[in-house]
């Protein structure tokens, strides 16, 4: 079945940087377009920033434009997120997600349970 593990969650300080993760396992990862979203608390999710199967472009949200690098390694299965210059209002759970085709099934989205990012000093 498909899964989407995500790790790599913590507390840091404003400024500092994390490196985000997200296994996955169940389909052919590299047929497919990637995405992160976050959820603030109280708020609702949005998207951080997606990458095309190959790798080669990448999409971002405003606010962490030049902060966040999505990246993916297709020979391991895994997407990656890396957060510099981190912000109190990047806290968030952050969930990696995509729309994928198993078999004769119409297209699903599937989501990671999530990994908090807590930015305080």
């Known amino acids: 079945q498909v899964q989407l593990v995500e790790s790599g969650g913590g507390l840091v300080q404003p400024g500092g940087s994390l490196r985000l993760s997200c296994a996955a396992s169940?389909?052919?990862?590299?047929?497919?377009?990637m995405y992160w979203y976050r959820q603030a608390p109280g708020k609702e999710r949005e998207f951080v920033g997606s990458?095309?199967?190959?790798?080669?472009?990448?999409a971002y949200l405003d606010s962490v434009k030049g902060r966040f690098t999505i990246s993916r390694d297709n020979a391991k299965n895994m997407l990656y997120l890396q957060l510099n210059s981190l912000k109190p209002e990047d806290t968030a759970v952050y969930y990696c997600?995509?729309?994928?085709?198993?078999?004769?099934?119409?297209?699903?989205?599937?989501w990671g349970k999530g990994t908090l990012v807590t930015v305080s000093s």
């Open positions: 990458i095309v199967s190959t790798g080669v472009s990448t």
């Open positions: 169940g389909f052919t990862f590299s047929m497919y377009p």
């Open positions: 997600q995509s729309k994928i085709v198993i078999g004769t099934n119409a297209p699903m989205d599937y």
